[in-house]
């Protein structure tokens, strides 16, 4: 592996983590570049906070080479920690140490000096509007808080890559809008972002993603990309019958999948199918549709057929 090219903020190869012989991760391959906010997609368990947690050197691979920031890891993990910053799904922070104790504290551990130290504080505290609450306990503050805190204790040592566990699990979807931009606001600055999410909007927003399940990648691109690059057609279909027409075509040739979307059921056809919209039309387990109609795909279509149920 090179670390010339300083376009690449993250280069690894065979990734595998065994747990007793349960492989966790299991054979990643990644290259994320640099000025991106790269997601990890997938359902609880399917290996993310685990991959992770290996790329920041907190965990030793079973097989495999990682190379952050033109390190190599976890060999040189104490190196890497000073140019990293990571947010972890627990929210590494104390509880009943104020927001200025936590800040303070994070400051000292990355070893800022003592006059940038105060300057940056006092930088993160109006950034993620924490200027008010320099006196509140950590585990009195509201979600939305407590995720602008670790978000500010994470990038107080302005890391130029920042790591993200599932960091909007705990907040409404108000705070998580105004977190992405933060987010974005970030990346201008010139930090990269890695983060693993659940939630389909949440991917949608990153400049690629990763689609994983049972530890390994399943596909990979922009969002975009993969959309336009999926192995399927879909079709959305309204009717007084939609769960009887739903059990009818479900298991039949060509069919993928369908699920219940409010008062429309969205069908995913094999891409082979040339007129999907036609071939619906004239089945027989579609009478009583009243409508019809293919739509543009989005994210969780690309995540269904790029894993399990659109597999086998
Ligand atoms: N230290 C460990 N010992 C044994 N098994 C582990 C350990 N850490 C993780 N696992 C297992 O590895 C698998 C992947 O876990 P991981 O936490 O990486 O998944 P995840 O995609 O991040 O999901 P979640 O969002 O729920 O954390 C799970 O089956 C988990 O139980």
Not at 154 to 159: C, K, M
Not at 230 to 256: F, Q, Y
């Amino acid at each position: 592996m090179s670390s010339n090219d300083g376009d690449i903020v993250i280069r690894a190869e065979g990734l595998v983590k065994s747990f007793k012989g349960f492989r966790a991760v299991d054979g990643l391959d990644l290259t994320i570049e640099r000025g991106m906010i790269y997601g990890f997609l997938g359902p609880n368990g399917c290996g993310k906070t685990t991959a992770m947690r290996m790329l920041t050197g907190l965990l030793t691979p079973t097989e495999g080479t990682v190379e952050v920031l033109g390190l190599s890891v976890p060999k040189d993990a104490e190196t890497l920690k000073y140019k990293i910053g990571y947010m972890t799904q627990a929210f590494s922070l104390y509880g009943d140490l104020t927001v200025l104790e936590n800040l303070n504290f994070m400051a000292t551990i990355y070893g800022l000096p003592s006059k940038r130290k105060k300057q940056r504080i006092a930088e993160v505290m109006e950034r993620y509007e924490l200027s008010e609450l320099g006196d509140r306990f950590a585990g009195k503050m509201s979600g939305g808080q407590r995720q602008r805190l670790a978000l500010a204790t994470a990038v107080l040592h302005e890391p130029q890559l920042l790591f993200l566990d599932e960091p909007t699990s705990a907040v409404d979807p108000e705070s998580r809008r105004h977190f992405w931009e933060q987010l974005f606001d970030l990346v201008d600055g010139g930090t990269s972002i890695v983060v693993t999410t659940h939630f389909m909007d949440e991917a949608e927003r990153c400049h690629k993603i990763a689609i994983m399940e049972a530890g390994q990648k399943r596909a990979d691109g922009a969002p975009k990309d993969l959309m336009a690059a999926m192995g399927a057609n879909v079709v959305e279909i309204e009717g007084p019958n939609l769960r009887e027409i739903r059990r009818r075509l479900l298991g039949t040739e060509g069919i993928i999948t369908a699920a219940q979307l409010g008062a429309r059921l969205r069908v995913l056809v094999r891409n082979d199918i040339a007129d999907p919209e036609a071939f619906l039309k004239n089945k027989d387990e579609t009478n009583g549709a009243t409508l019809i109609e293919k739509v543009r795909p989005n994210l969780e279509d690309v995540f269904v057929t790029a894993t399990g149920e659109g597999r086998q």
